[in-house]
């Protein structure tokens, strides 16, 4: 049977518009003062309030039908005990035993995969540590002092995201290790910061879990050339310059890095998911490995609350299921993540993946085309930024829009003698006064303000409509742990949405024929020829051969 047309979805489609359609968000909080109680969850220090959605009680009760009817609690064991819930590739996808505390016995092909993971995280602790003793020397026998991680997508979003936001967690054994990240294929990031780098004292990781994307084995390459200038024995150029992180240690070899700078995961992590991994080798560089931990850590505490907090309490469910009810009942096409945190500005960048690419589906498990929609357009910025640029459109334009606010509550980790301590947490009032004020005309709109405040707009382009659902996460400070945390509320927020679609977030069969037309394209480029059917492909192409000549 379809999902729309199964009960619970009926009977979330006529609770939507028999009782909900016609309430406003202003209605539902003046008609119900305790609905931050009601539509609020705290659990291992982490505050989230969905109260600003448009729901009632009626409505969770309806969604919690919806994920009992789709099966996700045998969905959710699957996942963990390693069952193929990458169905179309046939394979496990066991990202949260990359941060199990313990071995949970789970097997893949036979083989355990907690003393296989432990093993990987001992040999990259090992990388770690005689980087950080600067006894990992470059070809002339200096001390390393850059660090340049090549990757793409899940090689490059997590790692870049997290080194942003933790930088104040720094290890002191890091003091002196410059952290760089190159992903753009047309080589402009590498030539800007190759510039400002010296080969004696770079080193480069190569990210890749397939070991075969273009993209950074054009950039390798490049650096290949780059040092090559000063060093003539390829042997030593590998040895002591790069590191490869992959799953493919075949092609890790082909490309001769020896095996002692080989750090290994598994086809059974996605790539999007693969930051606990060695591909978080950046990470651990900048926290060191009790830095590193403390994120396992926090995610592990998260996998542990999805898997035991009931559905009314349980933020990574209770978020999905809000997702679901904005895109599938309140035609919501966007949904906007806003940290309210300068340190988190790669945070939506890295959910635009984890989000769109795991749940970007048309598909569904079957092979059949779907009847319903599935993820929404995900964007966001910096919050108090973004204030600046896209806020028009939340508040004034035409579209349905939900949107995610997150903020650390204190600010003092920066902790100087000058003084900068106090001023951080003066600014850190005035970026919560900013979140919680945007939520709120969200919410209210022009109600937000008290009848007869002047403050209110009179003309219809001052006019606030409201009626925006938002969800904010409120936490007491930024920290490793409480980014592990974060990092697997999303993951398993887009788990349990593919779990009600009916879609394998685990596979990204979008974005292979690109690949392939790029090649035949690159082919056509450098013999000029035309080998497609449309005049734009043809005009195009025709264009790039006059310019080259
Ligand atoms: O092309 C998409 C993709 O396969 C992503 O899923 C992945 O994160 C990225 O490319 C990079 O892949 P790899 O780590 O194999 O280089």
Redesign the pocket.
């Known amino acids: 049977m379809s999902l729309i047309e199964s009960t619970a979805w009926q009977a979330l489609a006529t609770h939507y518009k028999e009782q909900i359609a016609p309430l406003s968000l202003q209605q539902l909080f003046a008609g119900n003062e305790s609905r931050f109680a009601q539509f609020s969850v705290e659990a291992d220090g982490l505050l989230m309030d969905y109260s600003k959605h448009r729901i009632t009680g009626e409505t969770l009760k309806l969604l919690v039908r919806l994920i009992e009817e789709r099966e996700l609690g045998r969905w959710t064991d699957a996942l963990f005990s390693g069952a193929p819930v990458n169905s179309s590739e046939g394979r496990p996808a066991l990202h949260t035993a990359l941060r199990a505390a313990s071995d949970q016995g789970v097997e893949v092909n036979g083989q355990a995969v907690y003393p296989q993971v432990q093993a990987s995280l001992g040999k990259m602790a090992g990388i770690v540590a005689k980087i950080h003793a600067g006894q990992w020397r470059g070809y002339s026998g200096k001390p390393i002092t850059d660090i340049v991680n090549l990757?793409?997508?899940?090689?490059?979003?997590g790692p870049l995201m997290i080194c942003h936001a933790l930088e104040e967690f720094r290890h002191a054994d890091a003091a002196g290790l410059n952290l760089h990240f190159v992903s753009s294929i047309d080589g402009s990031q590498l030539a800007e910061r190759l510039g400002h780098l010296n080969q004696e004292t770079t080193v480069f990781i190569l990210?890749?879990?397939?070991?075969?994307?273009i993209?950074?084995l054009a950039n390798a390459e490049a650096a290949k050339r780059w040092l090559a200038q000063k060093i003539d024995n390829e042997a030593v150029l590998l040895r002591q310059h790069f590191i490869g992180c992959?799953?493919?240690p075949e092609k890790m070899s082909e490309r001769g890095i020896p095996p002692q700078n080989q750090l290994l995961f598994w086809d059974w992590v996605?790539?999007?998911y693969?930051l606990w991994s060695v591909?978080g080798l950046p990470i651990a560089l900048l926290l060191g490995m009790d830095g590193f931990r403390q994120l396992l850590r926090g995610a592990a505490a998260m996998d542990a609350h999805f898997r035991t907090a009931p559905p009314a309490a349980n933020m990574p469910v209770l978020m999905a299921l809000l997702g679901v009810w904005s895109s599938n009942f309140l035609g919501v096409k966007g949904h906007a993540v806003l940290p309210y945190d300068g340190r988190m500005r790669h945070f939506p960048g890295y959910l635009t993946?984890l989000e769109m690419?795991s749940n970007g589906k048309s598909v569904d498990r079957d092979g059949n085309p779907i009847d319903y929609d599935t993820c929404p357009i995900i964007w966001g910025d910096v919050g108090p930024n973004a204030q600046h640029a896209f806020y028009q459109l939340l508040h004034q334009g035409t579209q349905p829009v939900s949107c995610d606010f997150l903020a650390p509550v204190l600010r003092y980790r920066i902790s100087r003698s000058d003084g900068t301590q106090e001023q951080l947490q003066d600014q850190q009032v005035l970026t919560l006064a900013n979140c919680l004020g945007q939520s709120r005309v969200l919410m209210l709109g022009d109600q937000a303000l008290a009848e007869g405040d002047p403050r209110r707009g009179a003309r219809n382009d001052q006019h606030y409509n409201g009626n925006q659902g938002s969800t904010t996460l409120l936490y007491p400070e930024l920290t490793p742990y409480v980014l592990g945390q974060l990092v697997a509320l999303y993951e398993h927020k887009v788990f349990v949405q593919a779990v009600i679609w009916h879609i394998n977030p685990f596979d990204?069969w979008g974005?292979?024929l690109?690949?392939v037309l790029a090649q035949d394209t690159f082919a056509a480029i450098k013999d000029c020829q035309q080998p497609f059917d449309d005049s734009s492909s043809q005009g195009l192409l025709a264009y790039i051969a006059r310019v080259r000549g």
């Open positions: 990757g793409v997508g899940g090689s490059d979003l990210s890749s879990k397939s070991f075969t994307t993209d950074t992959s799953a493919n996605g790539g999007r693969s591909i993946q690419e990204q974005v292979e690109g690949k």
